[in-house]
């Protein structure tokens, strides 16, 4: 092995075994939203073993936070990263300089410190909420209270900070989700997460099992269960995927024992065995090296990451080269077309045979026919690497048209060979020539079907009847030529012919059936399929309000291949994609639930939002119905948006004043208290929909006024106003 092989397996070795899985943050960040990190409070209450309720106390506050609306929170995990990074434990309150650093890597814009104290049986909680850039402290509160009510404390405690900051509450029921039936259990809760934050995943697991186990209305700690669970799952899977010590250790003594090459004619017949049998196992080998390169998601179906096709293509180079170098050399013992080679079995040594065993590899015994292994692997992607195998996409020969017209014509020599014998070959012996030449044949018809070659492919088959007419297959190849022609029913040509269809029509049904003709155009692009698939569509068809959710079901597809297969960012635009389609977000972000290995985000930001600015300072969002419409004599239209989970509510109406010009004749704002208020609005279009499912977008301001302090009016203003509304 080189040195700079060498090298490059300690880097991927190092790269593979690091860090699992990325911290996420809560919600997204978003502009005019401040951005806080809860801090672990500093342990005063003289006890070491209320050290790790920090954790358990922070996680309480966090989640309870998500629960208001105005506010950015930053999760717990993103924290323990960050004081990870910096070597930092926090047992004692951090001065003004490492608040500062903490915030600004977290990307927050306030912390909130604060301290525990216990005195007999009252604890008490003590916080600040400071701003990060200035070291100002906005808010300071206090709850005490009996020990066992913390959950009471942490609410106290979260009510007054949300109260000074005029946060507004959003979703009662996940504040409930944290509250612990005691302070033991809040204790129980905080060391398993504690054990999580050490990598002990499967300890954790079960410590928090038990928390859940003695306090099943504890939800908090069900929901932490489940994604330490996961954590367990990711962490098992990547051991699979991971290239072992073993098997880095059988690539330098395999690549040693293969420097004798040139040596092979003059060996011993054992020698060369056992020669042919290493060859075999650094197949083995590379085909777990290939595995690196590639999504894991898939058991058997594994395609080329992004910005690791460069290296995967080497890597399958020389797969297809040691397959070429091992039919050479066992030609050389005098076999003909390695068929029937029995040198599998030779010894490799006990070291050797010790280390096949430990990284998983099993028996190391050469297949039946090298040509069909070779020919799959260029024309297929099917790989061996030492345990069930898998399909790489795309294959080798998709990425490289010699290689791909050397496997075809390897087939063809192949049954030209193979039919020689049989008829050379005595009465007895003609059935096993038979075979070979039948599948060979039967091989070359469906690597064409994949390249939708449709007439070659039956001309493959019919060669099986030419030479074969009452044999074995004979009725089968038939049947198969039928289906290819049309004649009878075969699903993967319906759907070719009904994705070609709605290249012409552009109707509802027939666009949905691009599903699986996408699934046929991966294995043969891989990941370049995604943006192929979408581009063949939108040059035909455009979205209209009657195929407008096939499209959205295309993307949907699209983006649910992506996050498989692990490019987060064109599952992130299609997702965008899909939704702007008037997809479903709900369903989105249930199907995000089961895929938390990339990051997806508010998915609703990037399509439609309605929000300004209240005097200058906090933000208004309305993120529920967003929508406008135009009045049926195209003379007015209304903009419309609600928050989640409150009664507010704003409506701006637009008089059409000349061609596509609108001004704001009024603006009526239904508060969260219910107070109705009416007032004047300025509104600057910046794009207008032509159709029902298209956007408005725009900016707006706003001026109300509102009875204040001793009956006298006061003027409220929303500036800075931006919408991106779907047209009804």
């Known amino acids: 092995m080189t040195r700079s092989s060498t090298a490059l397996l300690t880097a991927l070795a190092i790269t593979l075994l690091g860090p699992l899985l990325v911290p996420r943050v809560t919600q997204a960040a978003e502009p005019g939203r401040p951005t806080i990190s809860v801090l672990y409070f500093e342990n005063r209450t003289g006890r070491a073993d209320y050290d790790v309720l920090r954790k358990g106390l922070a996680d309480m506050i966090v989640t309870d936070l998500t629960a208001w609306d105005g ?102 029921a996940l504040r409930r989700t944290v509250a ?51 954590q367990v799952e990711e962490s098992a899977r990547r051991r699979q995927e991971t290239v072992s010590t073993s098997v880095i250790s059988l690539i330098k003594i395999v690549d040693d024992a293969l420097k004798h090459e040139a040596a092979f004619g003059k060996m011993e017949p054992a020698a060369q065995g056992k020669f042919i049998a290493t060859r075999w196992l650094r ?212 759907v070719r012919e009904r994705w070609a269809k709605a290249l012409q029509t552009c109707d509802d049904m027939d666009i949905r059936v691009g599903e699986a003709t996408l699934r046929r155009r991966l294995r043969r692009l891989g990941l370049l399929a995604l943006a192929a698939q979408a581009a063949e569509l939108e040059k035909a068809c455009k979205p209209t309000a009657k195929n407008r959710s096939a499209f959205a079901y295309v993307y949907r597809s699209l983006a649910s291949t992506a996050v498989t297969h692990e490019d987060c960012a064109a599952y992130r635009f299609w997702t965008r994609k899909y939704l702007e389609a008037n997809g479903s977000v709900s369903d989105m972000q249930a199907y995000h639930q089961r895929t938390p290995w990339c990051e997806l985000g508010d998915v609703t930001k990037g399509v439609t939002w309605f929000h300004a600015r209240l005097d200058d300072h906090w933000s208004v969002e309305f993120d529920r119905h967003l929508t406008s419409v135009r009045s049926h004599d195209r003379k007015v239209l209304t903009l419309f948006g609600r928050r989640e989970g409150a009664k507010t509510e704003l409506t701006l109406y637009l008089d059409l004043t000349g061609p596509e010009t609108f001004t704001c004749r009024k603006i009526q704002w239904r508060k969260l208290d219910g107070a109705k208020l009416e007032g004047t609005c300025t509104v600057q279009p910046t794009k207008l929909a032509r159709e029902r499912g298209e956007f408005d977008e725009g900016t707006f301001t706003a001026q109300f006024e509102e009875p204040g302090p001793g009956g006298r009016q006061r003027i409220v203003k929303l500036t800075k106003g931006s919408f991106r509304l779907r047209r009804q």
């Open 71 to 172: 506010v950015t929170v930053v999760e717990r995990e993103r924290l323990e990263a960050v004081l990870t990074e910096l070597k930092l434990q926090q047992t004692k309150a951090f001065d003004a300089k490492k608040r500062q650093k903490i915030g600004q890597l977290l990307g927050a814009q306030f912390v909130l410190v604060g301290a525990m104290n216990l005195g007999g049986t009252t604890l008490a909680l003590d916080a600040q909420l400071i701003e990060v850039q200035t070291g100002a402290v906005r808010v300071a509160a206090r709850a005490s209270g009996s020990a066992d009510r913390v959950f009471d404390l942490e609410q106290s405690l979260v009510n007054k900070i949300t109260a000074a900051v005029d946060a507004r509450l959003k979703n009662p």
């Open 180 to 230: 612990p039936p005691s302070l033991k259990t809040l204790l129980d809760y905080s060391k398993a997460l504690d054990l999580a934050d050490k990598g002990k995943l499967a300890e954790a697991h079960q410590a928090m099992r038990l928390v859940v186990s003695s306090a099943p209305t504890f939800l908090l700690a069900r929901d932490r269960r489940e994604r330490i669970l996961k």
């Open 283 to 494: 197949v083995h080998l590379l085909g777990r090296l290939l595995r690196q390169h590639l999504s894991t998601r898939e058991s058997h179906l594994k395609v080329v990451r992004r910005g690791q096709e460069a290296a995967a293509l080497r890597l399958m180079r020389t797969i297809a080269d040691n397959l070429r170098r091992l039919r050479e050399e066992i030609r050389r013992t005098g076999q003909k077309d390695a068929f029937g080679f029995g040198y599998g079995t030779a010894s490799l040594g006990p070291e050797v045979e010790r280390l096949v065993q430990d990284a998983g590899f099993g028996r190391v015994a050469l297949p039946h026919d090298i040509v069909h292994t070779l020919t799959q692997f260029v024309l297929q992607g099917r790989v061996v690497d030492g345990e069930q195998g898998y399909t790489v996409a795309p294959a080798l020969g998709d990425l490289d048209a010699k290689e791909q017209k050397a496997a075809f014509e390897l087939l063809d020599r192949a049954v030209t060979a193979a039919l020689g014998e049989h008829a050379k070959a005595p009465i007895a012996q003609q059935r096993q020539h038979e075979s070979r030449a039948t599948q060979h044949l039967e091989e070359k018809a469906n690597a064409l079907l994949r390249l939708d070659q449709d007439e070659a492919a039956a001309g493959a088959f019919q060669k099986i009847i030419d030479a074969f007419p009452t044999g074995y297959r004979a009725a089968w190849v038939e049947g198969r030529i039928k289906q290819i022609a049309g004649a009878s029913h075969d699903h993967e040509r319906t």
